[in-house]
């Protein structure tokens, strides 16, 4: 599903020709520490703003987690365990919000 709360972008006149929309998954990293998420419903019209969060059952371990590459449709989220320096396959939970044409 997805959640439009009606704003306007930038300096847009009305009548609007946006509306703004969350999109939200979970996910999994690769052993190589990066996966490449694909953004439901042909992404957005432009950039959106992407939050991630860790998911474990591990309880040690100092993971570094980015969001990279993004773009309107696609974005690459990179874990990091610092404990060990290496990367390594995580799961974690995304969130994003951008606008998209009406």
């Known amino acids: ?3 439009s709360i009606g704003s306007f972008y930038g300096q847009v006149t009305f ?3 946006h509306h703004w929309v969350m999109e ?3 996910g999994v990293t690769n ?6 998420v694909t953004i439901p419903n042909s992404g957005y019209s432009g950039l959106p703003y992407v ?13 570094t987690h980015s969001v990279t590459t993004l ?11 610092q404990d060990v320096a290496t ?16």
């Not at 974005?75 to 990091?80: A, D, K, L, Q, S």
């Open 1 to 3: 599903g997805a959640l």
């Open 31 to 36: 052993t190589s520490g990066w996966t490449m």
């Open 71 to 81: 773009t309107a449709s696609t974005f690459t989220v990179m874990v990091f365990d």
């Open 87 to 102: 990367a390594t396959p995580r799961q974690f939970f995304w969130q994003s919000i951008g606008s998209r044409v009406l």
């Open 51 to 63: 939050q991630i969060s860790m998911y474990s059952t591990v309880q040690n371990g100092s993971y």
């Open 24 to 26: 939200v998954g979970a």
């Open 15 to 17: 009548p609007q020709r």
